[in-house]
C-alpha cells in the first residue's frame, strides 16, 4: 500500500480559494493514478476528482468542475486539489487516495478508461482526510 497524507483544509468563506495536498510515499509515485474524494456530514463518500499516472488526463465529479483542479508533481510525489468559489456545499473531510493497480493494468482503465476512476473500490490507499469547512 501506499501512504498518503493530507494537508491544507481550513476555514474559509464562501466564494474563497484553497488548495489540498498529498503527499504519498511507500509506493513508485508515478505509476498509480490519483483521486480525492470527500465526506459531508451524514452523507456517503463523494468522488471529487481524478488524475491518471502521468497526469495527463484529469476527471472531475459535475459538481465541482470547473472550479475544482487537481494536478500532481511526480517528482516531489504529491498530488493537489485546487479548490475556487467555495460554496458550503464544499465542506466536508477530503481524502487522498492511490490507485487500486498500476497504470494499464487497472480495472478502471482496462473497462472505462474515457470516464476514469470514480468509484472508492478503484483505490487501494487512502489518507486520514483533511476537513475543509466553508461559512455562508
Known amino acids: 500500500q501506499m501512504q498518503l497524507v493530507e494537508s491544507g483544509g ?4 464562501t466564494g474563497d480559494s484553497l488548495t489540498l495536498s498529498c503527499a504519498a510515499s511507500g509506493r513508485t509515485f508515478s505509476d498509480y493514478a490519483m483521486g480525492w474524494f470527500r465526506q459531508a456530514p451524514g452523507k456517503e463518500r463523494e468522488f471529487v476528482a481524478a488524475i491518471t499516472w502521468t497526469g495527463s488526463t484529469t ?3 459535475e459538481s465541482v468542475k470547473g ?3 487537481i494536478s500532481r508533481d511526480n517528482a516531489a510525489n504529491k498530488v493537489f486539489l485546487h479548490l475556487t468559489g ?3 456545499e464544499d465542506t466536508g473531510v477530503y481524502y487522498c487516495a492511490a490507485d487500486r493497480g498500476e ?3 487497472s ?8 470516464n476514469g476512476p470514480r468509484r472508492s ?3 487501494g490507499s487512502w489518507g486520514q482526510g483533511t476537513q475543509v469547512t466553508v461559512s455562508s
Do not use: H, M, S
Not at 481550513?10 to 468563506?13: D, S
Not at 480495472?107 to 474515457?114: G, I, L
Open 86 to 88: 467555495l460554496r458550503p
Open 59 to 61: 476527471y472531475y465529479a
Open 121 to 123: 473500490a478503484d483505490f
Open 67 to 69: 472550479r475544482f483542479t
Open 103 to 105: 497504470r494499464y493494468t
Open 107 to 114: 480495472p478502471w482503465y482496462q473497462n472505462d478508461w474515457k
Open 10 to 13: 481550513g476555514l474559509v468563506q
